[in-house]
C-alpha cells in the first residue's frame, strides 16, 4: 500500500467518523478507527475477535468471545452503518471502507461508478434494509423481529417515510434509553409525511427519554412532548407503539394511573409487544417499587422472545432490584454485555474481590467506585467521587463508602433527572442501607413518587 494511498484511506476514514451515523455514535467511532488503523499499519494478524473484544470494548483479557457477542454484534451494527453510509451521502467518495462478513480486516478499495443498475439497486436496498440488518445480526429471528417493530407500523411500509422510521426503531432498545440521534430521523418523517403515526410515537418517547439527562442539558418541551405523543394517538387509536409512548411520557411526568393506563392499552392492542411489556416494567412498575409486577411482566416478554439480549438485560436488571443474585447470572450471561451486570451481581452475592476487577474492565464503570467502598479502598473510592460528573455514579460511590449524608445528598442531586430514574435507584440493592431513612419519603415527594 503506497503512502499516498494510506493517507486517502485516513481522510476517508476522518470523513467517516464526522458523517451523522458515526458522529453520534461513539462506540462505533471508536471500533471502525481501531480496525482501519491497525490494517493501515500491516497489524491484520491482530485483528481477532478476543483482541478486539479487550482493546475496544474494555473486556477482560480472560473473557469468552463464545459466552459475550460484543464483537460481532457490533460488527453488524458497523456493516449495517457504512452500507448505509455510502448508499447516501458517501456515494460520491473516492475510497468505499468495508467490513467483509467473516471477520474483522477491513476493505479500502476505489469505487466503482460504472457499476451496473443492478448493483445500484441492491447497494440502496442495503440501505434501506440497514435498520433490520442490525436487528438479524444482534441474534433475532424473523419472528423476533417482527415482535421488536412494533405490528401496527407494519401497514405504512409502503409510506415514504417509513424507511427513515425503521432506521430510528432499529437502534431502539426496549426498556433502556432512546439514543439521542433518533430525534432527527423521526423528525424528518414527520416532514416526509405529516400524517405518518409511528414516527410520533417515536419522537415522544425519545424525548421522553432525552428529559431524564441533567438540567442545563435537556433540550425538551414536556408540552411538546405530550402533544406529540397525543398526535399520534390522535392520527393512529389503534398503534400499540403510540399507547406506549403515551405511557412513558406520562411516567416521565410523574402522572402514574394515566401512564398504567396507556401501557395497559398498549397491550390490549397488541399482547404480543416485547416493547411494550418492557418499557412498563422499566418506565412504572420498578421506579414505582412494584417489582413483582415487573418480573410478571418481564417473564411473559422473554416467552414472546426468549432470544432478545434487550429483554434479558432487562430481566437481570429487575432480577438484581429483586436481590435474587443466583437467577440474575442465568440471565446476565445472556445480556449481549454480561460485565457490568456480572459485576452487580458479585457484589450482591458478598464477592467483592471478584466484582473489582470485572467493573474496571466493563464499558460501563459506574459501579466501580461503589465496589472500591465496599473493599474499603477508601481513597480511590474518594479520587473517583471527586472527578465523576455522573450523578448516579456518585450516589453509588458514597452508598458503597456508607456515608448516608452523601448518599442523600448526591440523591437530591439527582432529582432533576425526574421520577423514574430516581424510582428505579431507590430500588437498588446497593441503596438498602437508607431503607426506612425518613429523609427517603422526603425524596420521593420531591420528584412526585407515591409512598
Known amino acids: 500500500m503506497s503512502a499516498e494511498f494510506e493517507g486517502e484511506a485516513l481522510q476517508q476514514l476522518e470523513?467517516?467518523?464526522?458523517?451523522?451515523?458515526?458522529?453520534?455514535?461513539?462506540?462505533?467511532?471508536?471500533?471502525?478507527?481501531?480496525?482501519?488503523?491497525?490494517?493501515?499499519e500491516g497489524?491484520?494478524?491482530?485483528?481477532?475477535?478476543?483482541?478486539?473484544?479487550?482493546?475496544?470494548?474494555?473486556?477482560?483479557?480472560?473473557?469468552?468471545?463464545?459466552?459475550?457477542?460484543?464483537?460481532?454484534?457490533?460488527a453488524g451494527r458497523l456493516r449495517a452503518r457504512l452500507t448505509e453510509y455510502y448508499a447516501n451521502g458517501g456515494k460520491r467518495d473516492a475510497l468505499v471502507i468495508e467490513l467483509p462478513k467473516g471477520g474483522y480486516v477491513p476493505a479500502i478499495r476505489r469505487p466503482?461508478?460504472?457499476?451496473d443498475s443492478r448493483s445500484a439497486l441492491r447497494l440502496r436496498l442495503a440501505a434501506s434494509l440497514a435498520g433490520l440488518a442490525i436487528l438479524i445480526l444482534a441474534g433475532y429471528s424473523y419472528v423476533n423481529r417482527s415482535r421488536v417493530m412494533p405490528a401496527s407500523a407494519g401497514r405504512y411500509r409502503n409510506n415514504e417515510a417509513y424507511g427513515l422510521y425503521q432506521r430510528a426503531r432499529s437502534s431502539y432498545h426496549p426498556g433502556r434509553e432512546i439514543p439521542d440521534d433518533n430525534v432527527d430521523l423521526y423528525q424528518e418523517a414527520i416532514t416526509k409525511d405529516a400524517t405518518f403515526a409511528p414516527a410520533y410515537a417515536g419522537l415522544a418517547a425519545a424525548c421522553a427519554f432525552a428529559s431524564s439527562r441533567p438540567m442545563g442539558l435537556q433540550d425538551y418541551d414536556p408540552v411538546k412532548m405530550?402533544?406529540?405523543?397525543?398526535?399520534?394517538?390522535?392520527?393512529?387509536?389503534?398503534?400499540?407503539?403510540?399507547?406506549?409512548?403515551?405511557?412513558?411520557?406520562?411516567?416521565?411526568?410523574?402522572?402514574?394511573?394515566?401512564?398504567?393506563?396507556?401501557?395497559?392499552?398498549?397491550?390490549?392492542?397488541?399482547?404480543?409487544?416485547?416493547?411494550?411489556?418492557?418499557?412498563?416494567?422499566?418506565?412504572?412498575?420498578?421506579?414505582?417499587?412494584?417489582?413483582?409486577?415487573?418480573?410478571?411482566?418481564?417473564?411473559?416478554?422473554?416467552?414472546?422472545?426468549?432470544?432478545s439480549p434487550d429483554v434479558e438485560q432487562t430481566y437481570t436488571y429487575i432480577l438484581i432490584a429483586a436481590s435474587q443474585f443466583d437467577q440474575a447470572e442465568q440471565h446476565c450471561q445472556k445480556s449481549g454485555s454480561p460485565a457490568g451486570c456480572l459485576g452487580r451481581i458479585r457484589l450482591g452475592q458478598g464477592r467483592v474481590d471478584e466484582a473489582i476487577p470485572i467493573l474496571a474492565a466493563a464499558e460501563d464503570r459506574q459501579y466501580l467506585?461503589?465496589?472500591?467502598?465496599?473493599?474499603?479502598?477508601?481513597?480511590?473510592?474518594?479520587?473517583?467521587?471527586?472527578?465523576?460528573?455522573?450523578?448516579?455514579?456518585?450516589?453509588?460511590?458514597?452508598?458503597?463508602?456508607?456515608?448516608?449524608?452523601?448518599?442523600?445528598?448526591?440523591?437530591?442531586?439527582?432529582?432533576?433527572?425526574?421520577?423514574?430514574?430516581?424510582?428505579?435507584?431507590?430500588?437498588?440493592?446497593?441503596?438498602?442501607?437508607?431503607?426506612?431513612?425518613?429523609?427517603?419519603?422526603?425524596?420521593?415527594?420531591?420528584?412526585?413518587?407515591?409512598?
Open 226 to 307: 405530550q402533544a406529540t405523543a397525543e398526535k399520534a394517538i390522535q392520527l393512529d387509536p389503534s398503534s400499540a407503539e403510540a399507547r406506549d409512548a403515551m405511557g412513558v411520557v406520562y411516567a416521565r411526568l410523574g402522572q402514574w394511573g394515566a401512564a398504567q393506563r396507556s401501557f395497559r392499552r398498549a397491550i390490549e392492542l397488541d399482547p404480543k409487544a416485547v416493547a411494550v411489556r418492557l418499557d412498563f416494567a422499566m418506565n412504572l412498575l420498578l421506579p414505582l417499587g412494584w417489582i413483582g409486577d415487573a418480573l410478571h411482566e418481564v417473564r411473559l416478554a422473554e416467552k414472546l422472545d426468549p432470544r
Open 112 to 115: 466503482d461508478f460504472q457499476q
Open 369 to 451: 467506585g461503589y465496589a472500591y467502598g465496599r473493599a474499603g479502598r477508601r481513597g480511590e473510592a474518594e479520587r473517583l467521587a471527586a472527578v465523576s460528573p455522573g450523578r448516579l455514579q456518585q450516589v453509588l460511590i458514597y452508598a458503597g463508602l456508607g456515608d448516608r449524608d452523601r448518599t442523600f445528598q448526591a440523591l437530591d442531586r439527582m432529582t432533576d433527572l425526574g421520577p423514574v430514574r430516581v424510582g428505579r435507584t431507590l430500588t437498588f440493592p446497593e441503596l438498602s442501607f437508607i431503607r426506612g431513612d425518613p429523609r427517603v419519603a422526603t425524596l420521593r415527594k420531591k420528584v412526585g413518587l407515591p409512598e
Open 15 to 40: 470523513r467517516l467518523l464526522q458523517s451523522p451515523g458515526f458522529a453520534r455514535n461513539p462506540r462505533l467511532s471508536r471500533f471502525l478507527r481501531f480496525l482501519v488503523e491497525q490494517h493501515l
Open 43 to 74: 497489524r491484520d494478524i491482530e485483528l481477532k475477535e478476543s483482541v478486539i473484544g479487550t482493546e475496544v470494548f474494555g473486556r477482560d483479557p480472560d473473557y469468552n468471545p463464545k459466552r459475550d457477542a460484543i464483537v460481532r454484534t457490533e
